[in-house]
């Protein structure tokens, strides 16, 4: 028969070792240094810096930046829907008599009336284009140089004349280029995506301003045409979404492509 071991017979174990527990610090001590995040400016361009950097000034800069976009969106739409107006009034000038086909007639009261909205409309939406391009890029740059930023950074303009320009500019060149070539205005876009963001930074002029844009492109086209791409893929399937986080990264890449600091 098998003795029932005592308590008393067992052997001791030795203790269990826990884990340490962090000291508390007193109350009024400082609190610990926030966790090290490599400076951009120390590595070299790439797009996962600029991911990193641009998501983490998003979220410090959320209200300015999203709020600004959506504003600046609302106001871009207002040539829109004014040009539309004037395509379907002009639409309803038409007269499609017996035959299928819509014949329009210009010179009736509804024709003119939609020429003259579909011209206003468009030249609403360069005013508008030029406003946004102004306002909201200068608060991208005041990101990047460190300056704290509230939602009127991003809906201040800055020397609109001079952004006025870059895109009657630009949206003539890209003309120019879908005429001579049908992907030739996809080109000249690609080649010009820094300009508004040198004419604000640098303080020159449009044509200068153009130069600069080309001048960054062609000596980094690779890591150019990488973020161009992002930036479109991002923009097609996001839209309004995606529009602060795309221009933080094209600005964090104007400035780093070009060798320059951005504020970490």
């Not at 790439?46 to 600004?68: C, E, M, P, Q, Y």
Request: include cysteine.
């Amino acid at each position: 028969m098998t003795e029932t071991p005592r308590p008393e017979d067992a052997v001791p174990q030795p203790p269990v070792a826990q884990p340490p527990v962090p000291p508390v610090p007193p109350p009024g001590a400082p609190l610990p240094p926030p966790a090290y995040r490599p400076d951009p400016n120390t590595v070299p361009y790439s797009l996962d810096v600029g991911f990193r950097w641009a998501w983490s000034k998003l979220t410090s800069n959320a209200a300015g930046a999203i709020v600004g976009a959506l504003v600046l969106v609302a106001v871009s739409m207002i040539g829109a829907f004014i040009a539309m107006a004037g395509v379907f009034a002009l639409m309803a000038s038409g007269d499609t008599g017996t035959s299928d086909d819509l014949q329009l007639d210009p010179g009736s009261a509804a024709g003119i009336t939609g020429i003259v909205l579909i011209v206003v409309g468009s030249l609403v939406s360069l005013l508008t284009a030029a406003y946004q391009g102004s306002a909201y890029t200068g608060g991208l740059l005041d990101i990047a140089n460190g300056v704290p930023t509230t939602i009127g950074s991003f809906l201040r303009p800055r020397r609109f004349g001079t952004v006025l320009a870059v895109v009657l500019l630009q949206a003539l060149a890209v003309l120019v280029g879908l005429l001579v070539f049908c992907v030739g205005g996809f080109v000249v876009a690609f080649f010009l995506m820094f300009t508004v963001f040198a004419v604000l930074d640098r303080n020159v002029g449009a044509v200068a301003g153009m130069k600069a844009s080309a001048s960054i492109v062609r000596h980094r086209i690779g890591d150019a045409l990488v973020l161009w791409l992002v930036v479109m893929v991002l923009s097609m399937f996001l839209g309004i979404l995606a529009y602060p986080f795309v221009q933080l990264l094209t600005v964090f890449a104007y400035r780093r492509l070009a060798d320059q600091p951005v504020a970490p």
